[in-house]
């Protein structure tokens, strides 16, 4: 399970290397609630594609490897897992000049649109984080069956901040 103390200092390596991400999926979830409300088996973040190569570089440095054969992989995402098992799961946003981004979601073309007001903050183990808004976290989980944790992350953002969510 990737552990609450571990987020702040991904979060601060990347950003000391000059890697601007945002925390999203679960933790980013509980980033807005600003309590940890379940385990995490992995940590999601959104970045700038322009600077993937050195994101990746930053973390290879630290432990992490690819993973190769993950599905569905790029160019929508990647992971990559350090010594301990811990897993990054690493979404690259293209920006425009406006603040709004687009992640690519495959390779006909596909795309997911994330308004500038999407890019938000919250607080993991006491430590204020970059992450995606509730809106955009009901909208980055789109595309596929919930689990449990999904359920559990939904109900989350319904009570906390009011919205519909489409599971």
């Known amino acids: 399970m990737f552990e609450a103390g571990k987020v702040p200092r991904v979060l601060a390596l990347l950003r000391d290397a000059g890697c601007e991400v945002w925390v999203a999926g679960g933790w980013g979830i509980d980033a807005l609630v600003d309590r940890i409300t379940r385990e995490h088996r992995d940590l999601d973040l959104v970045h700038r594609v322009e600077r993937e190569p050195l994101l990746i570089r930053t973390l290879e440095s630290a432990g992490f490897a690819e993973q190769p054969d993950v599905s569905?992989?790029?160019?929508?995402?990647?992971?990559?897992?350090?010594?301990?098992?811990?897993?990054?799961?690493?979404?690259?946003?293209?920006?425009?000049?406006?603040?709004?981004?687009?992640?690519?979601?495959?390779?006909?073309?596909?795309?997911?649109?994330?308004?500038?007001?999407?890019?938000?903050?919250?607080?993991?183990?006491?430590?204020?984080?970059?992450?995606?808004?509730?809106?955009?976290?009901?909208?980055?989980?789109q595309g596929y069956d919930p689990g449990d944790r999904d359920l559990h992350d939904m109900a989350l953002l319904r009570d906390a901040f009011g919205i519909t969510t489409h599971f």
Do not use: E
């Open 72 to 141: 569905p992989g790029r160019p929508a995402r990647f992971v990559m897992t350090d010594r301990d098992g811990d897993d990054l799961d690493l979404h690259p946003l293209l920006f425009a000049s406006d603040g709004s981004a687009v992640q690519r979601i495959d390779a006909a073309g596909g795309i997911s649109s994330h308004p500038p007001d999407c890019f938000v903050t919250g607080v993991i183990d006491g430590v204020r984080v970059p992450c995606l808004s509730a809106a955009q976290q009901v909208h980055f989980h």
